[in-house]
């Protein structure tokens, strides 16, 4: 037989449906039709690995076999599912037999040696195999079953643990295509194991986690492989991780190196390890998805270009900062190799480094043990007796991937302003060009990851080196799979919100059932708060109000003219807290004749107007020294705010207060809008109770409102029970004294969506925008914060999308554009676009710019 093997590679899930087998015999056809012969290489079920692991851990401790027999079941499942016969089933059914017997063993021993740890996890692959084989023959494909340790032997690496011998194995790269065509029985078919090798000494043994992309790469060059493709469930490597943000690209083309370099930066794709026997056989990679085989997936081989590219921004999360810092180190020759020499002795590896005159800063990715343990304990020691040694933990590492990345460092600087605030501990350029790393505090990773991939990486067209973003790929799929999930209000209302723009006018719309569950959520679950009061200025319409005010909230107002108008609306039985900011002084005459709670900034403005406060109840907003917020615009604490007076000295508004025979009777502080820290409330109170000993006539305690919503995917809900929980954990050292709240945008956010009507769409270039008939006149946020809104064409509420379009506005300002690269269907003039999440802060904050009027407000009461 002289013609050439392919190599495929099938991860867990490829191997765990019958749909799936279905596919791999449809590519062993393809690629037999073009003269090919085909060795496949296989990983366990997904889920199998995992559950031999535990099902060690259950016998270790005697317990109940329920992973065995969760894999038993898990096989005869798929079994079934292929249709295969009991006669074809029973070799697997003998394997895992077997495998009873072996954990029986360890059952009665309490022992598992790494040695028997390594043989337990084999099966996984010899099951798998062994019923693949069968899912072959099924679709009348006669192959081979090659056991992988005839083939592949570990070699013996200097210093390994003895533990690292049987699982976490290494095998060299060799070629011998005889051996391979003995073990394949002139057959044209192989199925074969990943991750299961063998020692010299004939025992079995493991690669190591993810191993099996490893196996195949060492098949491939032990055959002399043709190619290697790796199916698995994404469509190959990404320029970030898709999951975090979708419009991740995927990337065409990538050499051995660069793939090395994002693998071991944090791509998960596939693993660092495969690359070296593939590139050394010259053999090319291929990833591709097995749930969607037409599609193009990542080509990995020689570099064919040495044009500068960016081609990922990745980030790796759980890393340890060391720094040693000494001024013996000046100018000392072979200070480095004293620094050096603990690594290498107690096994922990070094991954970045920086030196300077006096330090030397490096960071640590899986220490053996982790920080506390021993390994760790012993490097401290040790370098102790160099020099000063600090740790620090939560960081992670961000990294530019590409090719002659100096060349890009002048884009980097405007995704830095994240860091205005906090720190990069460190920068580190690869010696190659290849990438440059930052050491960021872990909380600050992530929007530094999306800022810079904004930056550097293009949205649209779809070149050699770029193929679609993963949402634009995956997009159809999502439809399907969310299908179920409950919809926004205004799904199911499509044509009557379409027929309210049918004069072509943009709308605000506000469903006042949203509102009213949104309201009733806040009172079902934050029992520990006595008093909830809408901040009105989230949404003033007269609806809104009457619904929220029927719920039984009171209402917050910052304005002498909001307070006429709640009285106006809502009547004189309402409570309401007034809570200004730099107000002029005769709207707090106004809020004392209505009735209000008037809380004070600080005590200058008694002594401006001492008869003002005489012989009042006040209430005084405190500033905790630092807030919270969706945007910095929107913190509302801190020394440069302008709100509240520092908590520290809270006593200088008692002794006001006092000097004009007025108490302070009520605390309160808002620290910033758009939170989704469940934690914040409770920390806020905390630090008011620290202060109430000095305010003996306290009658109610306000930790302001701010509690944020879900925007934009990936973000996490506010856990309003979690919020409940932290205040009601402090609520027995309230006493008497009320707790309130002051919610926002919270009732009023997803009640209410903007209605644009598309008055245009071109293409400028490479970017395509779409025209509303409004924009920053009715809704600021964006331009103001960079607030994310969903967008939606209402027109085709069922068509997949077709690409990227910013959506804009009519008015003359650059910023005037409420969505950047947003996943549309093919738009045209006439269609309507929904904005979401436009209820607060939307129509509130319109204005008449350019002399346009914004959209008028619609409610929708039924
Ligand atoms: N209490 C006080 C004293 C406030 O200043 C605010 C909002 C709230 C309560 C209500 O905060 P909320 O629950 O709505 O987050 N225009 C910005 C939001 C500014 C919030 C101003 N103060 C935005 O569109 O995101």
């Not at 009320?738 to 245009?760: D, F, I, K, N």
Request: contains cysteine; proline residues 4%.
């Amino acid at each position: 037989m002289t013609s050439r093997w392919v190599v495929l590679k099938f991860g867990g899930t490829s191997v765990a449906s019958a749909r799936n087998w279905g596919r791999i015999a449809a590519r062993v056809t393809e690629l037999h039709a073009e003269g090919k012969r085909v060795w496949i290489v296989a990983s366990a079920l997904s889920q199998v690995s995992n559950r031999l692991e535990q099902a060690v851990e259950e016998a270790l401790g005697n317990r109940e076999p329920a992973s065995l027999g969760w894999i038993q079941g898990r096989h005869i499942e798929l079994a079934g599912e292929i249709g295969l016969s009991v006669t074809a089933y029973e070799p697997v059914k003998e394997l895992l037999e077997e495998l009873g017997q072996l954990l029986e063993g360890v059952r009665l021993t309490r022992e598992a040696s790494p040695r028997l740890h390594a043989r337990i996890m084999s099966f996984g692959e010899l099951a798998s195999t062994q019923l693949g084989i069968a899912a072959l023959g099924h679709h009348g494909l006669h192959g081979q079953r090659v056991d992988a340790r005839d083939l592949l032997i570990s070699t013996e690496v200097d210093g390994q643990q003895p533990a690292d011998r049987f699982v976490q194995a290494q095998v060299d790269p060799v070629r011998n295509v005889l051996a391979a065509e003995a073990a394949s029985d002139a057959c044209s078919l192989v199925l074969t194991q990943g991750f299961i090798a063998r020692t010299p000494r004939g025992e079995t043994c493991l690669l190591g986690r993810g191993g099996s992309d490893t196996s195949a790469a060492l098949f491939a060059h032990l055959i002399g492989a043709e190619s290697l493709e790796i199916w698995t469930d994404v469509h190959g490597m990404f320029s970030t991780d898709p999951r975090q943000l979708p419009t991740a690209r995927l990337i065409r083309q990538i050499s051995y190196r660069e793939a090395q370099e994002l693998a071991a930066m944090g791509a998960k794709v596939l693993h660092p390890r495969c690359l070296g026997p593939a590139a050394e056989g010259g053999i090319p990679i291929e990833i591709r998805n097995t749930m969607d085989p037409e599609a193009r997936g990542t080509r990995i081989g020689p570099s064919l270009s040495d044009d500068a590219a960016v081609m990922a921004v990745v980030m790796r999360e759980g890393v340890t900062l060391l720094n040693i810092s000494t001024l013996r180190m000046w100018g000392t020759p072979g200070f480095l190799a004293k620094v050096f020499a603990p690594f290498a002795e107690l096994g922990i590896s070094v991954d970045l480094v920086a030196t300077s005159q006096s330090a030397v800063s490096v960071t640590l990715d899986g220490v053996p043990g982790g920080t506390g343990g021993e390994p760790f304990r012993r490097l401290e020691e040790r370098l102790k007796l160099l020099g000063e040694v600090t740790t620090r933990e939560d960081t992670a590492v961000v990294s530019i991937v590409g090719r002659r990345i100096r060349t890009v460092l002048h884009k980097l600087g405007p995704a830095f302003a994240v860091f205005r605030e906090h720190e990069v501990h460190l920068v580190s350029e690869s010696s190659e060009d290849l990438n440059v790393s930052f050491v960021v505090g872990q909380q600050d990773a992530r929007t530094l990851v999306d800022r810079l991939h904004d930056q550097l990486l293009p949205k649209q067209g779809s070149d050699e080196l770029f193929g679609p973003s993963w949402e634009l790929l995956t997009s159809k799929q999502r439809r399907i799979e969310t299908a179920e999930a409950p919809k926004p209000w205004w799904h199911a209302r499509q044509a009557e919100l379409l027929d309210l723009v049918s004069d072509g006018q943009s709308r605000y719309v506000y469903d006042l059932a949203t509102v009213r569950a949104q309201a009733h959520g806040l009172r079902q679950h934050l029992t520990a708060v006595g008093g909830l009061y809408y901040a009105m200025k989230a949404n003033w319409n007269a609806e809104v109000l009457r619904t929220i005010a029927a719920e039984g909230l009171g209402i917050e107002c910052v304005s002498a003219a909001e307070i006429k108008l709640v009285r106006e609306l809502l009547g004189d039985a309402i409570p309401i807290l007034f809570t200004p900011n730099f107000c002029p002084l005769d709207e707090y005459a106004v809020a004392f004749e209505h009735g209000a709670d008037v809380t004070l900034d600080g005590p200058h403005l008694i002594d401006l107007a001492p008869e003002l406060f005489r012989g009042r109840e006040l209430g005084v907003r405190v500033d905790p020294g630092g807030g919270l917020g969706h945007h910095e615009k929107v913190v509302t604490a801190g020394a440069q705010a302008k709100f509240g007076h520092p908590v520290a000295d809270v006593a200088e508004v008692v002794r006001a207060a006092a000097e004009v025979g007025a108490t302070v009777t009520g605390l309160h502080s808002h620290v910033g809008s758009g939170i989704l820290d469940p934690d914040s409330w409770g920390r806020t109170l905390q630090g008011l109770l620290a202060v109430r000993d000095q305010l003996p006539d306290l009658r109610w305690i306000d930790v302001g409102g701010g509690l944020g919503v879900v925007e934009r995917a990936g973000q996490q809900a506010l856990d309003l029970a979690a919020v409940n929980l932290r205040l009601a954990e402090l609520a027995a050292e309230l006493g008497d004294i009320e707790l309130r709240m002051e919610p926002g945008r919270y009732l009023v956010s997803e009640g209410g969506v903007l209605l644009a009507p598309v008055t245009q769409v071109r293409r400028k270039g490479e970017v395509r925008f779409v025209g509303l008939a409004t924009g920053m006149n009715s809704l600021i946020r964006p331009a103001l914060y960079g607030a994310w809104h969903g967008i939606h064409n209402l027109s085709r509420l069922d068509a997949d999308p077709d690409g990227y379009w910013h959506v804009v506005g009519p008015i003359c300002e650059t910023g005037d554009v409420l969505g950047r690269d947003r996943l549309l269907p093919s738009t045209e003039a006439g269609d309507v676009l929904l904005i979401e999440n436009a209820g607060a802060y939307g129509r509130v904050m319109a204005s008449r710019y350019n002399l346009r009027e914004p959209a008028a407000e619609v409610v929708l009461t039924v």
